[in-house]
């Protein structure tokens, strides 16, 4: 017997049939001997409603109402599903957050979970009553209800089964698990059967889509394993887990992609001591996040250019920022480009490898791709190229490094 978490996102209860085809999986479960608690998200489309509705009273809107607003479309479900348990002979009772309690920090509208006391639940399960639990939301120190920011309800479904002690969290959503790559770019893309945790956290392409980040970080804190599957088909999914569950680790998990960002760089800064700090420090300070970095060594000891990435969105906070500094860095110019994409290579089985990044540098010359900048974790390499070669460059890597599915 085991203590399973079930997570079902917004597709999946979408509407009164579906919401009943998830009754009959958890009395499934149930019914397999497990003992499950089951979290759920608003319908789908039910909490951009929401926050439509409050931006058009209050553009400028106080967050806590903002919570005391877009808390309720889990409201809806976790009453209708313990509704439609009981139809089926289960004995539900559904919990919003403040009930569980999951205690958050202040941060309305993106607060973090500070604890939840699992014991009520667990004794509840125990006693064989099947919890249906609001994700998404908590409460604040302040008394008042608190939402964890958008898809947050992974992250409530992860740290429950943390305080839970599950053994396995399953987060249904829309895709059927992790894939190798993006697979409505890469047809022969494959389904992942295991993945680690540092690796999702790199996937950002289609990872922090698939699975809030949050989420992903709670559960390698915690070393509890989640799986990703859908709720429509009875495939299993993919399971996010620690390295050392993996037997047999692949060199490489997966390529990703981001279009999301833009390239800037400085050309003729001073090459002294402090200069990156001067740079660097008026953008943090605008609460601008740069991703690549890479500086030249001078040729005369005196001038050097400096290329970096930011978050496309920040691209002009990025300039002003800089143009205001523009006397204090004694740059000569400064160019930018938001017509760039970042491909990377993942997979923690590089650590332990020589030649991953030749394979990838290699693939991408035999299909004249340009490489722009380049940098490195221990897992993982990411270059920075010409966007419209984003499909080309993960559809070559993904072969290069035998991922296709044939
Ligand atoms: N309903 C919330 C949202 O749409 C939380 C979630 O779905 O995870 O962001
Ligand atoms: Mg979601």
Redesign the pocket.
């Known amino acids: 017997m085991a203590v399973i978490v079930q997570k079902y996102?917004?597709t999946s209860v979408a509407d009164v049939a579906r919401i009943q085809n998830v009754a009959r999986r958890v009395k499934a479960a149930s019914d397999a001997g497990d003992q499950v608690a089951v979290v759920v998200?608003?319908m789908s489309g039910v909490?951009d409603q929401l926050v439509k509705w409050v931006r058009e009273i209050a553009p400028h809107y106080d967050a806590t109402e903002y919570d005391t607003v877009v808390a309720t479309?889990?409201q809806v479900t976790v009453g209708l599903l313990a509704l439609a348990l009981q139809e089926l002979g289960l004995k539900a009772r559904s919990y919003l957050g403040w009930q569980v309690p999951v205690r958050t920090d202040a941060a309305h509208g993106k607060a973090r979970i500070e604890g939840i006391d699992g014991g009520a639940i667990k004794a509840l399960m125990a006693s064989g009553v099947t919890p249906v639990i609001a994700?998404?939301q908590g409460i604040g120190p302040d008394g008042r209800v608190t939402t964890l920011g958008?898809?947050?309800?992974?992250t409530s479904a992860v740290a429950l089964a943390a305080a839970l002690n599950a053994d396995r969290c399953d987060i249904y959503t829309d895709v059927d698990g992790v894939y190798t790559a993006d697979p409505r770019i890469v047809a022969k893309a494959r389904k992942l059967a295991k993945i680690t945790y540092e690796e999702m956290l790199e996937m950002a392409s289609q990872g922090a889509k698939v699975l809030q980040t949050r989420s992903v970080e709670l559960g390698m804190k915690h070393r509890v394993p989640v799986q990703v599957l859908s709720s429509f088909n009875d495939l299993p999914g993919t399971l996010v887990v620690d390295e050392d569950v993996i037997v047999e680790q692949e060199l490489v998990s997966g390529i990703a992609y981001n279009r999301d960002e833009a390239k800037i760089t400085l050309i003729g800064v001073p090459d002294r001591p402090g200069i990156a700090a001067s740079v660097f420090g008026p953008l943090a300070d605008a609460n601008v996040n740069v991703d690549m970095i890479v500086q030249n060594v001078s040729h005369d000891g005196r001038l050097t250019d400096m290329t970096f990435t930011v978050a496309r969105p920040d691209l002009q906070r990025t300039m002003k920022t800089l143009d205001q500094a523009k006397n204090m860095l004694k740059f000569e110019r400064i160019l930018s480009d938001s017509n760039v994409a970042k491909i990377s290579v993942i997979g923690v089985g590089m650590r332990s490898h020589a030649g991953v990044a030749n394979t990838m540098f290699k693939a991408l010359a035999e299909k004249g791709i340009n490489i722009q900048v380049i940098s490195t974790s221990e897992i993982k390499i990411s270059v920075l190229i010409a966007e419209e070669y984003t499909e080309l460059a993960v559809r070559a890597l993904h072969s290069a490094y035998g991922l296709d599915n044939d």
């Open positions: 996102g917004g998200s608003a909490t479309g889990e994700g998404f958008r898809g947050g309800s992974d």
